[in-house]
């Protein structure tokens, strides 16, 4: 069968190259076109376009660059209909994505979407273009399959696949990772800014401005692997930080607390057990639109999942240096982090277990046959 895979962003390209190993597990002469990243390309298939070359955070930065998005658009079109895959899989990345997949369904293409687009979160009114482009829904948080029912829209709870990532994963050994990167002794902090410049540029320096009252630790920045060193080095000058580039998971298996930018990696640093606050600085105007449209009471998936607040969130004017302080320091004491151990060993009972990739490709597949 032929697969043509579309996944954005870091988190979509781990995500998705999981789920090509499922795929060509089930069917051996699987033939996979996809727009991915490192990740995916390592598994196999073909690279069309890699998601650096499409990462606009926010509206404002999308509508400034709505030309080069157009032309992306454009050319996935052609590229899709020249490759006739037997189905396109989607993969989260909403704004990119549910513009293909209209398109591709009134083409005739099968359209299924790995990662629903948090329509839950704001403009609830997409479903209804949702159930009209979309063949099969597979999602991965658990409030997401009662969501969809409102809307008389059957999906599929798949489980999610950070539980699979991180259960596969090489177990490192703490002594040999200190040493190699010089990290000596001291506890560790895990900053992890976020994977796109805007958002790493916002949020580093607020994160970096704590380093001289926590001389007690070691701060270490977890790079992106969409980003050089010579960018973070601008924003770092002078401060006494190290710097790890493409190792996030290893970093937070032996940290002690991370203060992290919202998005994936909150879920992520939850499933490492690692104490956290959870930061978003997003541009203004962005922020203003997003402040009028998104119905949330949280926006880090750990206290959406809870469904209360588990881990603190220091939103745009809330995110500065004195908070900021004030909230690690909380969770660098022994009893406040015993509190959010046991929310963090709820959260992932509540994840389901794991196979989120198998069950997946498993679904695809059988759809295919039907």
Not at 77 to 96: A, T
Not at 210 to 233: C, E, H, K, M, R
């Amino acid at each position: 069968m032929k697969y043509y895979i579309i996944a954005g962003e870091a988190s979509g390209d781990l995500h998705g190259s999981n789920l090509m190993k499922a795929i060509y597990k089930k069917d051996k002469k699987a033939d996979i076109r996809f727009w991915g990243g490192d990740l995916m390309q390592s598994v196999g298939g073909t690279l069309v376009s890699h998601y650096k070359e499409r990462a606009f955070m926010g509206f404002f930065e999308v509508i400034k660059n709505l030309n080069k998005v157009l032309v992306f658009i454009k050319f996935c079109k052609k590229d899709i209909k020249k490759f006739k895959p037997d189905v396109v899989v989607f993969i989260d990345n909403s704004g990119f994505n549910l513009r293909i997949a209209k398109w591709a369904k009134e083409e005739g293409f099968r359209t299924n979407y790995y990662i629903s687009p948090q329509v839950w979160a704001s403009r609830a009114s997409r479903v209804k273009k949702i159930k009209r482009d979309v063949d099969n829904m597979f999602v991965i948080l658990p409030f997401e399959k009662e969501f969809y029912k409102k809307f008389d829209y059957q999906v599929e709870f798949v489980g999610h696949p950070l539980i699979d990532a991180i259960a596969d994963r090489k177990q490192i050994d703490e002594f040999t990772f200190r040493e190699e990167h010089q990290l000596g002794e001291k506890p560790i902090i895990a900053l992890l800014p976020g994977s796109r410049k805007q958002e790493i540029t916002k949020m580093l320096s607020v994160m970096l401005s704590l380093t001289n009252d926590f001389s007690d630790y070691i701060f270490v920045i977890a790079g992106a692997p969409s980003q050089d060193f010579s960018f973070y080095q601008r924003i770092i000058g002078n401060k006494e930080v190290k710097f790890i580039n493409n190792k996030t998971y290893d970093l937070l298996s032996v940290s002690t607390a991370a203060l992290v930018a919202s998005g994936t990696a909150t879920l992520e640093t939850a499933l490492f057990k690692v104490p956290q606050v959870v930061c978003y600085k997003g541009g203004f105007i962005s922020y203003q639109i997003a402040k009028r449209i998104i119905t949330l009471k949280f926006i880090s998936l750990v206290n959406l999942i809870m469904d209360k607040e588990v881990v603190t969130e220091l939103i745009q004017n809330d995110f500065t240096t004195s908070n900021l302080k004030k909230e690690l320091t909380k969770i660098l004491d022994t009893t406040y982090r015993e509190k959010m151990f046991l929310h963090y060993f709820d959260l992932e009972k509540k994840l389901g277990g794991k196979g989120a990739s198998e069950k997946t490709a498993q679904l695809i597949i059988d759809g295919l046959k039907s």
